[in-house]
C-alpha cells in the first residue's frame, strides 16, 4: 500500500511577513516536523499548490531550503498563487510535460499519481486547463488503461457547496469530467485551494480536498465572504492500494503529548491501558 503525504496552500511569503494574520512559515515548519517524526516511510509528498502567497522567487528560494533535508520523495505542484518562471528558476529539475506546464506522472508501483498544472497567470484565482494540458491528459491516461490512478490538481473541477468559491473553480471542469468517464482507473481526485478539508464522491470517483498548512476558513457556505479561523495546521495522509483509498486529516497541534496509551490485545480481550497524567 502507497502511502502519500499531502500538503497543500503553503502561502510562503518573504521572511517575517504574515498571510492574513497567520505565519506561514511558522505553520509550515509545524507540519514538516510532525511528518519527518511521525511518516518519514512515506512514499511520496504530493504539494498541491500556492507553494508561495505572491509567487515570488525570494518565497521559493525559503521554500527550497526549508525542503532541502526532507525525507521523502517531493512532488511539487502550483496554484493560482504561484508564478512558473520564478518557480523553475529555483526548482530547475521539476516535472514538464513537453510544453512548459508542469504536469507529470509518478509510478507508485501497481498504481501511479498523475498531476495536473491548473495555473493560468492571467487569471487571479480561477484555474485553466487549456486544450494542450487536457489533450496531455487524454494521452497519458491512454497508455495506462488498467492500472488504478489517482489525479492531483490544485482548482476542483466541480462545486463542493461553497458559494464563495463558485467563481474560482477550474473553468473546463466539465470538460475535465467528461475526459476522466472514459478512463475508469482514474479512482481518487485529491485537490487544494478551498482551505477547507472536504470529501465525498462524484461520477464514481472519491474526490478530497486539503484544508493545508497556512491559513483554514470556515466553510464559506453561503455568500461571497469568508472567515479565516485559527485552527492548527493540517495535512493528509493517503494509503492507496488498487482501487482502495483511505484518508486522514491530520492536525498537528504544537506541543501536543499523549495522556494515555494503550496496546490492544490480540486475542480480542480488552487492551492495557497506561495513564501518562491526569486528565
Known amino acids: ?31 514538516l516536523d510532525a511528518v519527518r517524526r511521525e511518516h518519514a516511510d512515506a512514499d511520496l509528498c504530493l504539494v498541491s499548490g500556492d507553494l508561495t502567497d505572491r509567487g515570488d522567487e525570494a518565497s521559493y528560494l525559503r521554500l527550497r531550503a526549508f525542503l532541502a533535508d526532507f525525507p ?116 481518487h481526485l485529491a485537490f487544494g485551494h478551498v482551505h477547507v478539508p472536504v470529501f465525498g464522491r462524484r461520477r464514481g470517483r472519491s474526490f478530497s480536498a486539503a484544508r493545508g498548512t497556512c491559513h483554514p476558513m470556515l466553510p464559506p457556505f453561503t455568500g461571497l465572504a469568508t472567515d479565516y479561523v485559527d485552527r492548527p495546521p493540517s495535512y493528509e495522509l493517503i494509503l492507496f492500494e ?3 483509498v483511505i484518508l486522514h486529516h491530520m492536525q498537528v497541534q504544537p506541543g501536543e503529548t499523549p495522556v494515555a496509551r494503550e496496546v490492544a490485545d490480540l486475542d480480542g480481550g480488552p487492551g492495557t491501558l497506561d495513564i501518562f497524567r491526569n486528565v
Not at 11 to 24: A, Y
Open 1 to 31: 500500500m502507497s502511502k502519500i503525504i499531502q500538503l497543500s496552500d503553503l502561502h510562503l511569503c518573504p521572511e517575517g511577513e504574515r498571510v492574513v494574520g497567520f505565519d506561514p512559515e511558522a505553520r509550515l515548519r509545524a507540519v
Open 72 to 187: 521523502i520523495p517531493l512532488c511539487l505542484m502550483l496554484g493560482n498563487h504561484d508564478s512558473r518562471t520564478p518557480f523553475r528558476r529555483v526548482f530547475p529539475r521539476t516535472h514538464d510535460d513537453g510544453a512548459g506546464f508542469v504536469q507529470g506522472v509518478i509510478d507508485l508501483g501497481d498504481q501511479r499519481l498523475v498531476f495536473l498544472d491548473t495555473l493560468d497567470e492571467a487569471f487571479p484565482s480561477a484555474g485553466r486547463l487549456c486544450t494542450r494540458r487536457l489533450a496531455w491528459l487524454e494521452e497519458t491516461l491512454k497508455a495506462e488503461p488498467t492500472t488504478p490512478t489517482m489525479l492531483a490538481l490544485h482548482h476542483p473541477p466541480f462545486d463542493l457547496g461553497m458559494e464563495y468559491f463558485r467563481y474560482m473553480l477550474l473553468a473546463e471542469g466539465a470538460e475535465l469530467e467528461a475526459l476522466l468517464d472514459r478512463h475508469p482507473q482514474v479512482i
Open 242 to 244: 488498487g482501487e482502495t
